[in-house]
């Protein structure tokens, strides 16, 4: 048997924030990129601040960020997310997501 952790996100019909900075057919305002960078922010500080243990993120780019149909941006992919230890100056990585991911403790 094998131990499967799988985190299942929601369809995001918009794909996510790359193709709208890379992609010369698509464009985003000025109002669209401070809502998306609010989101990501507010994601963020929920990870650090808001969860019983901190979270970090490690692999925050434009193709993890999702968009949904009304461009809310929602934070994705967590596979090399970090967990503090015990001491706070040392950090276990564990792989939350994805397979391709080599897990550490």
Do not use: Q, W
């Not at 992609?23 to 922010?41: A, C, K, Q």
């Amino acid at each position: 048997m094998f131990d499967f952790t799988a985190l299942v996100l929601e369809y995001m019909p918009n794909g996510s924030l790359k193709k709208y900075l890379y992609l010369h057919n698509y464009f985003l305002g000025i109002m669209e990129r401070l809502s998306i960078m609010i989101d990501v922010t507010c994601a963020l500080k929920y990870l650090h601040h808001g969860c019983s243990l901190p979270l970090t993120h490690s692999d925050v780019k434009p193709s993890n960020v999702l968009l949904d149909e009304d461009m809310v941006a929602p934070l994705s992919e967590f596979g090399i997310s970090k967990l503090p230890g015990e001491d706070e100056s040392e950090l276990y990585t564990k792989s939350l997501a994805t397979l391709g991911y080599v897990i550490m403790f």
